[in-house]
């Protein structure tokens, strides 16, 4: 199946509609059972140029595809940020809360890189908007299926996708035999056999692994 590429029609609209920076917004790792959650944001104002070509939602392209097209993607954007929660927060927090606090973190970073946070709306990929209740500016606008169709939330994607996978590749030197740079923290039967193995790791999100125990 063929599917079209990601296009600016709806950050275009929200710039007519007086947004100065529209700020594609998407999260990563939220179904994984280590490992932090990651929120990544892409910035595009009115002058933005075309996306990079084949850009698209990072669950779309493979990993090889994904890190050539991160850095193409941070170029594109006029600025982008990821934004992370640990492991530990997700256990404290919910992962809910934890989503927002890593988005908060994200917006945080722009607006020390001189973003007019408040000058701007944030187009989260989605139908419920997880990313308020972190903060009170900006508005957010929600757009289903924004990681496809959305240039600004499909480079996002692929920001905070590459960035997380890189903190799990580098966990499979520091805590070895849970197979981290395969399965990137998500639950694989080789992931869950060595955990049954070797017991759980500060990586893991505790509260998850006992609900599977239950």
């Known amino acids: 199946m063929t599917v079209a590429d990601p296009t600016l029609r709806v950050e275009r609209s929200l710039h007519r509609g007086g947004a100065r920076y529209v700020i594609g917004c998407d ?12 929120v990544g944001l892409s910035v595009v104002g009115v002058g933005i140029r075309k996306h990079p070509d084949g850009l698209r939602d990072s669950k779309m392209l493979s990993e090889k595809r994904r890190e050539q097209l991160s850095p193409l993607a941070q170029q594109w954007s006029h600025f982008s940020a990821v934004g992370l ?7 404290t927090i919910g992962i809910m809360a934890a989503l927002a606090l890593a988005g908060r973190r994200a917006l945080v970073e722009l607006h020390e890189a001189g973003v007019p946070i408040m ?12 990313l308020t209740p972190g903060l009170t500016t900006p508005p957010v606008r929600t757009q289903v299926k924004a990681d496809r169709d959305c240039a ?8 905070a996708k ?12 520091a805590i070895p035999g849970y197979g981290w740079a395969g399965n990137k923290g998500y ?3 080789e992931h869950y056999a060595a955990i049954d193995s070797l017991g759980a790791s500060e990586l893991h999100r505790q509260t998850w692994l006992h609900a599977r125990s239950a």
């Open 27 to 38: 999260e990563v790792g939220r179904g994984a059972i280590a490992g932090p959650v990651a």
């Open 85 to 91: 929660a640990s492991a530990l927060e997700v256990d």
């Open 119 to 130: 000058e701007s709306v944030v187009l989260l990929d989605g139908s419920h908007d997880w």
């Open 152 to 159: 600004s939330v499909a480079a996002a994607s692929v920001i």
């Open 162 to 173: 590459v960035h997380r996978d890189r903190i799990m590749i580098e966990a499979d030197e």
């Open 187 to 189: 639950g694989s039967t």
